[in-house]
């Protein structure tokens, strides 16, 4: 019941047996005879286009009745709101779908994504008219599939128009097919904003919806009208969002497959608008590089990164010169050598020291000291003035920026580890001879050289990070 796809039906739909479309599902019979009666007037009808950029792009764009391709972006500011002002309050790129009150209204709901796509509007329960899915051989490339034109005449939504009123099963969500249209009927009521979008809340935030307004809906005077209990959307959260861009979409000259996005799209992210071809609607008060964010520090955050480095420096000259090397041991006190009579103190000296000569060159040295400082100014630089922003964009940025430090000094240390800690499980194997003892010694030993020496490197990074 309710299939969408012409691979479950047949491309005939005559294989009834497995599935139903939604158009062959019926209401209740008492629910038909209330309501079975031809419109006297023609409705309203309008088309509803969704399409899908892919990445690198990646993005949803909605066309109402043939316009602009919009990547919807809701405003800011509560639209019931009596302050509202539908001209300086709406976003540029806030799809909506204009209707009249108290008539009827059929939409028409397209889609040229290679995706299923369960779409849902409030406010109404809507007639499930006719639904025409693609052929995907015929109608569909490896990107996308054409927009359906099965219902582009007067003469087909006449036709569907004439279904008697309360035939139809009615449905507040349904599936619209991947390359296909889903004809839809509602009978509108008072003046009022309605949301209509992708049930996947990715695709929805990622701009595949628009707003139904209902009879040129306008805010009231005051706000008399609603509940003494009813909860304010003004809270810290919503007054410090920051509020999306709004340009001309990046025209990408060499995409393959026929998806370059056109001089008629309309983006609404950082990563579509940060160009130079950006004919911006309002990037100019958009802050769309460096972060307004300060910190407790009464040091300066150079100032603290050089004292972090000269400590780090000075802590790496103080231990390397400090630490007894093999030869100072004497020529007898090698790992293999080491007599039975020493105390664990003692060979755990010995392994130490043993360890660290050869760690250490590949850890703490001029190249390494080099590029962790290095690392930390870049961290320091980018978490700059780190601490007073709790604004839900501040928040958002110091988790990205806490992502991208963690994932460089990972990706810088995994791999040369990866190397090293392999010869030193080697040698643990053929060295210890499966002693408890030997074994601990070398374990203990190597977690203190390891903890010396990464913690002498990574302490100018940890740091900076922290501040």
């Not at 209509?196 to 935030?205: G, S, T």
């Not at 940025?397 to 000094?409: A, M, N, P, Q």
């Not at 190397?419 to 030993?445: E, F």
């Amino acid at each position: 019941m309710n299939c969408y796809s012409r691979h479950e039906s047949g491309d005939d739909f005559s294989n009834q047996g497995s599935c139903l479309q939604i158009t062959q599902l019926k209401p209740k019979q008492d629910l038909l005879d209330s309501h079975n009666h031809t419109l006297t007037t023609a409705s309203d009808a309008h088309t509803v286009d969704f399409e899908f950029s892919p990445p690198p792009m990646h993005a949803h764009f909605v066309s109402i009745d043939g316009g602009l391709s919009l990547q919807h972006e809701n405003p800011l500011k509560a639209m019931f709101d009596p302050s509202f002002d539908f001209s300086a309050d709406s976003h540029p790129n806030t799809a909506m779908l204009n209707v009249p009150a108290h008539s009827s209204v059929i939409i028409v709901w397209r889609s040229n994504s290679l995706m299923n796509h369960p779409m849902h509007l409030h406010g109404y329960k809507m007639e499930m008219l006719a639904i025409d899915q693609p052929v995907r051989n015929r109608d569909c490339t490896l990107s996308q599939c054409k927009l359906s034109t099965a219902f582009n005449s007067e003469e087909s939504i006449a036709a569907i128009d004439n279904i008697p009123r309360g035939s139809s099963v009615v449905k507040d969500t349904f599936i619209l097919p991947a390359g296909g249209a889903v004809v839809t009927r509602i009978q509108t009521e008072a003046p009022a904003l309605w949301f209509a979008h992708c049930h996947l809340d990715f695709h929805k935030d990622d701009g595949m919806a628009f707003i139904l307004n209902v009879g040129n809906y306008q805010p009231p005077s005051n706000g008399t009208w609603l509940p003494q209990d009813y909860p304010s959307c003004d809270s810290h959260f919503l007054k410090t969002r920051r509020e999306h861009p709004a340009c001309h979409c990046y025209i990408d000259d060499d995409a393959v497959l026929g998806r370059a996005l056109t001089k008629d799209h309309r983006c609404s992210r950082d990563h579509l608008c940060l160009h130079e071809q950006s004919q911006a609607a309002n990037l100019d008060s958009y802050k769309s590089t460096g972060f307004r964010i300060s910190s407790n520090y009464l040091i300066p955050n150079w100032g603290i990164a050089l004292i972090v480095v000269s400590i780090i420096a000075g802590a790496t000259v103080l231990i390397t010169r400090c630490v007894p090397s093999r030869e100072s041991l004497g020529p007898d006190k090698d790992i293999q050598e080491y007599s039975s009579s020493d105390s664990t103190l003692q060979k755990l000296r010995i392994r130490f020291a043993n360890d660290w000569k050869g760690y250490r060159p590949g850890c703490t040295n001029v190249l390494r000291v080099f590029e962790v400082t290095g690392l930390a100014l870049l961290t320091g630089y980018l978490f700059y003035d780190v601490g007073n922003d709790s604004t839900a964009s501040g928040l958002s940025e110091k988790y990205s920026l806490l992502f991208f430090s963690i994932t460089l000094w990972t990706f810088t240390r995994m791999y040369p580890a990866i190397a090293n800690y392999n010869v030193w499980y080697k040698t643990l194997q053929s060295k210890c001879n499966n002693s408890v003892s030997d074994t601990a010694i070398w374990c203990i030993s190597r977690c203190f050289v390891v903890v010396g020496n990464e913690g002498e490197a990574h302490g100018i990074f940890s740091t900076s990070r922290h501040q």
